[in-house]
């Protein structure tokens, strides 16, 4: 690779709200997103919420002159709704099923039925190796009682430590994909504080786009304007977030956002706003030695959300336990009834009531088992998290008492720098 080696990439970034008889004008937006991705002839295209593979294929022939590689993710029930589009052959591609996603008896929310996941290729540019995740955390639904907050702090833990594994070889990671977390909510501090990921918001020059870069706005017609009362701009959930590693420099030129409307016909391309991001990728002179995040204020900061992190998956745990010994209860209740109303069939005094209350009593014994099992598993889940956690804040601990200078992604394992450029 040339000392002077400079790479120039163009992202775009959507959660298209593709969901089959439910989203309206589905088919007509699909099709405009493909016309707009020819149009511009993007680096990279990552897509969200393309539940239907159909649309997919669909999308695959629309696009296959200008973006010849592509995949889709597939998982869970309806799948994961994750797929990319590439000018450059993908040399790899995994996925990662988070572990907690939601309750299958919220049949409603229905995020438990997606399988909700992070995609990654990996892309071999001009000797450069890049690592493109792409992924879609749990929805929000109510953010004054958000019943999902653990699970998604736990898919934020689970992102990063997938990151941390992954990208061990990679010149450059790019993470992009409907969070659903605010800025400052803990999970988007997490994911951050960990990796070292930037947020190309905050770093680049050139921004022009929706009021404080909200990615969900009142001007969008899709969007239930009651949801958004609270937030006058809109809301920010979807991101483009990035690090290059020591030797590197990465820096976002242009950030731009779909402000309600298509750019080119007037209409929304989805209820969420596009992001297309300019990064710019090059060697980082021999002189200059990258300061990321390593000072006492940054280490405390870390430590700060990690504790934070660990105290929900810890009432998440402890909420779990309930639920299953409730269950467990409910499981014995269940059986004792059962074994009555066998007793009184047998005897023959009441036996059409016990053979009428017979089939209930099963499947509520059955729900309740179902229940049990869920739990455990969340339960466990949530712990195993917790101690990964732990483990981490432990040795944060240990380095801030030490006064050592460890980066934050260094508490993972990682022997790398952070080549981000300073704005």
Known sequence: MKPNFSLRLRIFNLNC???????????????????????ESFDLALLEEVWSEQDF???????????????????GVIGSGLCVFSKHPIQEFTQHVYTLNGYPYMIHHGDWFCGKAVGLLVLHLSGLVLNAYVTHLHAEYNRQKDVYLTHRVAQAWELAQFIHHTSKKADVVLLCGDLNLHPKDLGCRLLKECTGLHDAYHETRDFKGSEEGCTMVPENCYVSQRELEPFPFGIRIDYVLYKAVS???????????????????????????????????????????????????????????????????DLGVAQARWWATFAGYVIGLGLLLLALLCALAAGGGVRE??????????????????????????????????AELQHVLGRAREAQDLGLESQPALLLGQQEGDGAEEQ
């Open 17 to 39: 709200w593709g969901i089959p008889y439910l989203s309206k004008h589905r088919g007509d937006r699909m099709k405009r997103l493909g016309d707009l991705l020819n149009m």
């Open 57 to 75: 294929q669909r999308l695959r022939q629309k696009l296959l002159p200008a973006y010849p590689a592509a995949h889709y993710f597939r998982s």
């Open 247 to 313: 030797g590197f420099y990465i820096s976002c030129k242009t950030l731009r956002t779909t402000t309600g409307h298509d750019p080119h016909s007037g209409t929304p391309l989805s209820d969420h706003e596009a992001l297309m991001a300019t990064l710019c990728v090059r060697h980082s002179p021999p002189q200059h030695t990258p300061d990321p995040t390593q000072g006492p204020a940054e280490r405390s900061r870390l430590i700060s959300v990690l504790k934070e992190a660990w105290t929900e998956l």
């Open 353 to 386: 009531v016990a053979i009428l209350l017979w089939t209930p009593s099963v499947g509520v014994l059955l729900g309740a088992g179902a229940v049990y099992l869920f739990h455990m598993q969340e339960a466990k889940g949530l712990s195993r998290a917790r």
